[in-house]
Nanobody
Framework: QVTLVESGGGSVQAGGSLRLSCAVFGYGGGSHCMGWFRQAPGKEREGVASIDTDGSTSYIYSVKGRFTISQNNAKTALSLQMNSLKPEDSAMYYC??????????????????WGQGTQVTVSS
């Protein structure tokens, strides 16, 4: 059983930065994938970035060059550094975890474990 706890959300003006963190409990080693997703009111859940066991990363086009996903060596912490934030980045952000080698940035249904979410609000 894996438990995820996010932190680091908040309110910021456009152009600002935020760093989201996700503590991973229950990871005992093995192939896995972790990702960040977001959902704004009235919109579908959207994948943002993913990282696999070996550290390979993937991003959706709209955040490339602005967001960076990373994990620590022990795979017990996942982060999302968000720079040059835009109002359209405002959403509830969730970290997610799945076992196995399949790693998708957009296929949220493939993930087995989810955090409770942290709100990000970007004002213009």
């Amino acid at each position: 059983q894996v438990t995820l706890v996010e932190s680091g959300g908040g309110s910021v003006q456009a152009g600002g930065s935020l760093r989201l963190s996700c503590a991973v409990f229950g990871y005992g080693g093995g192939s896995h994938c972790m990702g960040w997703f977001r959902q704004a009111p009235g919109k579908e859940r959207e994948g943002v970035a993913s990282i696999d066991t070996d550290g390979s990363t993937s991003y959706i086009y709209s955040v490339k060059g602005r967001f960076t996903i990373s994990q620590n060596n022990a795979k017990t912490a996942l982060s999302l550094q968000m720079n040059s934030l835009k109002p359209e980045d405002s959403a509830m952000y969730y970290c997610a975890f799945r076992w196995g080698s399949y790693c998708s940035t957009v296929d949220w249904s493939a993930y087995n474990y989810w955090g409770q979410g942290t709100q990000v609000t970007v004002s213009s």
